[in-house]
């Protein structure tokens, strides 16, 4: 790691264009698609984004997922065995609140990829999407002179929260399944140089949302066993190379029946990756910095806050951004953190608060904030 300033990064998705929205829509609806018109464009995306993160200062930038529907259905497009369309289950503490719901429906748009169900076994069928993906952020990173970028790839326990088993005996043939299969994406993601970041919201949000009719110590229980066949699929790769990325959904909404993260971190740090990315600035998780601060951390991890906010459109000051960080190099030292965001700023392709040029605003202020801490805890700076 560095040794004169913390790294700047991000969860991974950024917002996407009108046009590439568009064509993933209308893939995605099974509506007819020019495929040479599909790569040009996400490749000439991805460019783009590489291109104003670096711009702005992003040090380990991605390719804001822009080829993906949504950051655990995209694997429908990739692996057999799913199918039909699975009914979303609202998350427990949206439940009362009917008028809200339909507030943010017109506001953020009405959530239209796919929730497809496991009715078949699970296999590897189409790679040519992830090769797409590898060679176009391969080419935007020499185009701009990035040495270090991160892609992401979705968990077994995350896929299944989202497409529910009707077909595996048991959740645990299941995921085991899912494993066995998406090990070919994170081994080929790392072959590329990239380091990968795996996305487990199942760790947490799945507790009040896919996960929401099983008992806490059920949930925790299912939590511990999808980290154990994570781990197994992950076996050939150095965890210095892995980021894994833990939230509690990122939409706003009361998030009162969040599960407190003194119940998981046990879990999270029992996961092979090195680096943990988590929700550290929202008003329900914010406080959860000390619990840290008492936590058992095992010497390879690097933590990697949010130190903003995903779902509002309020830009905060580089000052707060900078104590927010030097609340978590306070406790495992300035050479063990990462400065980065609560989730991401386009997590389903076409929906959502955030305003693309906002979002762009609020990494700004991440980059000057991770300075100004930086010149703090390296003496640049009283």
């Not at 968990?155 to 085991?176: E, K, L, M, R």
Request: glycine share 8%; with cysteine.
């Amino acid at each position: 790691m560095t040794q004169h300033a913390i790294p700047t990064t991000h969860v991974g998705s950024l917002p996407r264009s009108a046009a590439v929205v568009d064509l993933l829509l209308r893939r995605e609806n099974g509506e007819p698609y020019d495929a040479t018109e599909f790569r040009d464009t996400m490749a000439a995306a991805v460019d783009e984004l590489v291109a104003r993160q670096v711009a702005i200062g992003i040090d380990i930038p991605s390719d804001g997922e822009t080829s993906k529907i949504g950051y655990a259905t995209y694997i429908k497009d990739r692996l057999s065995g799913f199918g039909g369309d699975s009914p979303r289950q609202i998350a427990v503490d949206l439940q009362p609140y009917a008028d809200f719901r339909a507030r943010m429906a017109v506001f953020a748009g009405k959530q239209s990829f796919k929730r497809q169900s496991c009715i078949g076994p699970i296999a590897v069928v189409e790679r040519q999407s992830l090769l797409d993906d590898i060679a176009q952020m391969q080419a935007a990173c020499q185009r701009h002179g990035v040495q270090r970028a991160f892609l992401n790839a979705a968990s077994p326990g995350v896929v299944s929260a989202f497409q529910p088993n009707q077909y595996y005996p048991t959740h645990s043939a299941y995921i085991q399944a899912i494993g066995a299969a998406m090990q070919e994406e994170y081994e080929a993601i790392i072959a590329a140089g990239f380091d990968l970041q795996i996305d487990c919201p199942d760790l947490a949000m799945a507790r009040h949302t896919g996960f929401q009719d099983l008992t806490e110590a059920q949930f925790l229980a299912r939590a511990q066993e999808q980290v154990e066949v994570l781990n197994h699929a992950l076996r050939n790769i150095p965890s210095g190379r892995l980021r894994m990325h833990v939230c509690w959904g990122n939409y706003e909404g009361p998030h009162d029946h969040d599960i407190a993260l003194e119940k998981v971190i046990d879990i999270v740090l029992a996961a092979k990756p090195a680096q943990i990315l988590f929700e550290a600035s929202n008003p329900r998780h914010a406080h959860e910095w000390a619990i840290w601060r008492e936590a058992r951390l095992p010497e390879d991890k690097i933590l990697v806050p949010g130190l903003l906010t995903s779902t509002s459109n309020y830009v905060e000051h580089p000052e707060l951004v900078a104590q927010r960080l030097l609340q978590f190099a306070d406790i495992v030292g300035r050479d063990r953190v990462m400065a980065g965001t609560d989730c991401g700023f386009g997590t389903f392709a076409g929906i959502g608060k955030m305003d693309a040029e906002i979002s762009w605003r609020k990494l700004a202020a991440l980059v000057e904030g991770t300075r100004r801490a930086s010149d703090r805890l390296w003496g640049r700076q009283p």
